[in-house]
């Protein structure tokens, strides 16, 4: 997936709300009944950062490489050094805050 941002035309620091209308204004530019290609990617784009979770998931992770959030929590609950084990935690309560 190309960068969230640049699909919406939405600065990273934005908020809830200006990613919410920057959507909106996209999807009134490209409706799904006339560009469905450009609709799938403006909402796959929305969902990657529509709040404050997503976006810190997307952030520490690249989802174009294919591995699920869930794969990766596993593979850091399996290190055992104390940074890792800091990492792990905050990982685990994204995953459940999901």
Known sequence: MA?????LNV?????????R???LEAVHRFPPEHCPEQF??????YETIKDEGARLEFLLFDVSQGESIDELIEEE???TTPKR???AALLSLLGETR
């Open 3 to 7: 960068n969230p941002y640049s699909i």
């Open 11 to 19: 600065r990273p620091e934005a908020g809830d709300e200006e990613i």
């Open 21 to 23: 209308r920057c959507y």
């Open 40 to 45: 799938v990617s403006i909402r796959q784009a």
């Open 77 to 79: 609950r399996c290190r």
């Open 85 to 87: 084990a800091g990492l």
